[in-house]
């Protein structure tokens, strides 16, 4: 899709911690933006003034900074705009376009339950835009709630081209007189939604399916206020192995529990835009290559299943990709202060092929770093089996942490190779029977550590 430069955005609400599903959101119109040389924008939706809390949204700034998706410009607040939306509701009430709807909850309740009964689709029934102006007035002079309902035209359509699932059109009977401000004088979701899209130059968005009803409605405002809608575009939901949503109510990780468990931001991002999006990339790729790859013509119309094991597999492979001095980051206080560089630097040189979470360096560094290990069960057998010479030989040559020369040593006097010299070494120099590649981790031993473990063999 070639286009000029689009104005794209993220909208949470700070009620909570990110989940995934708002992450793929946010990835999705960070690339579809970057990719034409437009601007990703943030927009902070905190009406919700029982819900949302500061910290939920710094947390959120936080991560998206983490992840790599910089929005631009500063972060526009819902909360501080009832002033604006306000506005744009008189100017509905001066064209005649909206009418007070003093239809309690229980009443709108009972005439849902009838039409469900009747086998209709549930749809306002208009019975407050039948009344007279006067009657209408007198009840809101007498203190009377009310909301305030969009009166949606009897006759048309509302089309508009899904950058993910195409032409859509919805006849206006079927959306009904929806409603824009609430009877406690706060605006609907959507509505201010919509308004905000348009006054902060937002040219095309995506979001999640279950957005999709609200798109007649949000276009049909925009059009009575003279405003530019977005394209727009509705995501298949993310769902978990069960075939549900994927949600916190279902078990899954939020982003900042993922990242309190040491997932990498590369790794989440290389899993997430593959969910619901087509690649013929399959390598890990970094945020500026994913710009390129991205297109909206490869988006999915069926739900995308989240795959711990595939997430996990781009961590591992993410971890590999790791410098020393990141690695060293990543894994932080696991490291002994008292080890420095260079054996700090060739223990995780050696380790991190084997690393998935950071706290998957513990038990090497008790291996390296701590005293002889006790063999495992399978590493003891190997050592009661092998010939002492071999341990001898192995001591004798094991000062200098030098790998080969070790393995010269012991072979000249045993005659051995391939496993039946190796598990032996792997096993008394580790107490175990795999793990890192043994020359490596032998350069990060303490002095003497190496000796001290083969002689007790001997």
Known sequence: MVESPLVTRFAPSPTGELHLGNVRTALFNALLAWRSGGRFLLRIEDTDATRSRPEFTAALKEDLAWLGLEWYGEALHQSLRAAVYNAELLKLGERGLVYPCFCSPGDLALSRSAQLAAGKPPRYSGKCRRLATSEAGARIEAGEPASLRFAVPEQGTVAFDDLVHGPRTFDHAEIG???????????AFFFSNAVDDALSGITALLRGDDHLGNTPRQLLVLAALGLPAPRYGHLALLTGSDGAPLSKRSGAASLRELRA????????????????????????????????????????????????????????????????????????????????????????????????????????????????????????????LADRRLFQAAADA??????????????AATGLKGPSLYKPLRAALTGRLSGPELGPLLKAMPPGSARARLARYA
Do not use: C, Y
């Open 398 to 411: 094991a000062d200098s942490n030098d790998f080969v020369a070790l393995v010269a040593a012991a072979k």
């Open 177 to 187: 007189d929806f409603v824009l401000r609430r009877s406690d004088g706060t605006t």
């Open 261 to 384: 468990q040491g997932l990498l931001p590369q790794a989440i991002l290389n899993h997430l835009f593959r969910l619901g999006h087509f690649t013929a990339r399959h390598e890990l790729l970094t945020l500026a290559e994913m710009i390129v790859a991205f297109d909206t013509t490869h988006l999915q119309r069926s739900p995308a299943h989240f795959d711990t094991a595939q997430l996990l597999g781009w961590q591992q492979e993410s971890v590999h990709r790791l410098g020393v001095a990141d690695a060293a980051d990543w894994l932080g206080t696991r490291l002994p202060d008292s080890v420095q560089d260079p054996p700090r630097a060739a223990f995780i040189a050696a380790v991190l092929p084997n690393l998935v979470h950071p706290d998957d360096v513990l038990p090497w560094v008790d291996v390296v770093f701590g005293g002889a290990p006790e063999p495992e069960a399978d590493a003891a057998n190997i050592i009661a």
